[in-house]
């Protein structure tokens, strides 16, 4: 046991305690922050996005804190970081104890619809998947009166906008 007695602010630090005995040395260190009883805090906060729904904790001044990405990691492999451990959105807490930057980036999309036009979005484009490409797509936006994120719009704007550059490009080079 470790116990510190009269602790002060400038307690803070890496403790450790060292055991020698016959039968050998064994070592453990702790991470301790004392904190004042006037520091500042971050509010509870729930946060839904088209990435999921985010409950952040009440989080200390000058802390980032994560969370776990809500979706399951089906079709992970198309998102940065795609070992699950990595799939974490982060907040950071200022120093005044106010919500400040985010990122959800490593995170799926929530809504079926936008993560499957995700996808779409990240295939590249040959002679031999170009017209197949078009039809799923075709195909997938046949409901497009009910999009409910605008990435769905812009997903399948960017799609053709890439349709239009590779059909310049194949005509460019017949």
Request: charged share 25%; hydrophobic share 35%; proline share 3%.
């Amino acid at each position: 046991a470790l116990t510190i007695s009269n602790i002060q602010a400038g307690s803070t630090g890496n403790w450790g305690c060292h055991v020698q005995t016959k039968r050998g040395n064994n070592t453990r260190t702790v991470d301790i922050v004392v904190l004042e009883s006037s520091a500042q805090y971050c509010p509870p906060e729930r946060v839904v996005n088209n990435k999921g729904d985010f409950r952040w904790p009440r989080t200390l001044a000058g802390i980032t804190a994560y969370l776990q990405c809500t979706r399951n990691s089906h079709g992970s492999g198309i998102y940065p970081g795609s070992p699950q451990d990595e799939r974490k959105a982060w907040r950071r807490c200022d120093r005044g104890g106010f919500w400040a930057d985010d990122d959800y980036s490593r995170c799926q999309y929530a809504n079926d619809v936008t993560r499957v036009l995700f996808m779409f979005n990240q295939m590249p484009l040959n002679l031999t998947n170009a017209v197949a490409t078009a039809r799923q797509l075709l195909a997938y936006t046949v409901e497009a009166a009910n999009f409910s994120d605008k990435m769905d719009v812009i997903f399948v704007a960017e799609m053709i906008e890439k349709f239009g550059r590779f059909t310049k490009e194949e005509r460019s080079k017949e």
